[in-house]
């Protein structure tokens, strides 16, 4: 069972920055795939940001690709998303979500089955 923790959403204006944290109850995610995605009400659940394999090759959506910036440190079983020029349009519930993964190779958005309880991004003009 992985446990997973977000932190760092908050209200800002448009072109700020904020930097997202998802802790991971596990002793070590190497065997874990980590991406976030994000959720505005009514809409489904969309990728922002995840690794190809295993803490590598991050994958970008389209909407965000040159501001967003994934990464994970294995030391403090951490996935960070740093945000940066937010728009409006950004304004999401974000989560962290996770699966296992025996050979590191990442499976697409359908194949993660562990997410945290979400953390609000809200961006005003």
């Known amino acids: 069972q992985l446990q997973l923790v977000e932190s760092g959403g908050a209200s800002v204006q448009a072109g700020e920055s904020l930097k997202l944290s998802c802790f991971a109850s596990?002793?070590?995610?190497?065997?874990?795939?980590m991406g976030w995605f994000r959720q505005v009400p009514g809409k489904q659940r969309e990728e922002v940001a995840r690794?190809?394999?295993?803490?590598?090759?991050?994958n970008y959506a389209d909407s965000v690709k040159g501001r967003f910036t994934i990464s994970q440190t294995n030391a403090k079983n951490t996935l960070y998303l740093q945000m940066n020029s937010l728009k409006p349009e950004d304004t999401a519930m974000y989560y962290c979500?996770?699966?296992?993964?025996?050979?590191?190779?990442?499976?697409?958005?359908?194949?993660?089955?562990?997410w945290g309880q979400g953390t609000q991004v809200t961006v005003s003009s």
């Open positions: 596990r002793r070590t995610i190497r065997q874990y795939c």
């Open positions: 690794f190809l394999r295993s803490g590598e090759s991050p």
């Open positions: 979500g996770a699966h296992y993964s025996s050979d590191g190779i990442c499976g697409d958005a359908s194949s993660y089955y562990y």
